[in-house]
């Protein structure tokens, strides 16, 4: 049976899908922060005394990403299961 309705744009059903949704956040720390920090460490232009305090929040930005990522893994298989 063929739907009547109209195609969505592409990029509305990347933002209606959970699993798509889930991924923005933890790709723009990954862009922003991440990427940043690490060329920083790369280049030695971080101070000395400013490794440690950029290394937590690294780390914690790191865990805030890993968390993002495993409820849109189970907001997607929720998704999947209905």
Do not use: Y
């Amino acid at each position: 049976m063929k739907c009547n309705r109209p195609r969505e744009p592409m990029a509305w059903q990347v933002t209606r899908s959970p699993r798509r949704r889930g991924r923005a956040p933890s790709a723009a720390i990954t862009f922003v922060n991440h990427l940043l920090t690490k060329s920083s460490f790369a280049a030695k232009s971080i101070p000395l005394d400013q490794v440690p305090v950029t290394l937590n929040l690294w780390l914690s930005l790191h865990t805030i990403r890993v968390a993002l990522g495993l409820i849109a893994s189970v907001v997607g298989l929720v998704a999947i299961a209905r």
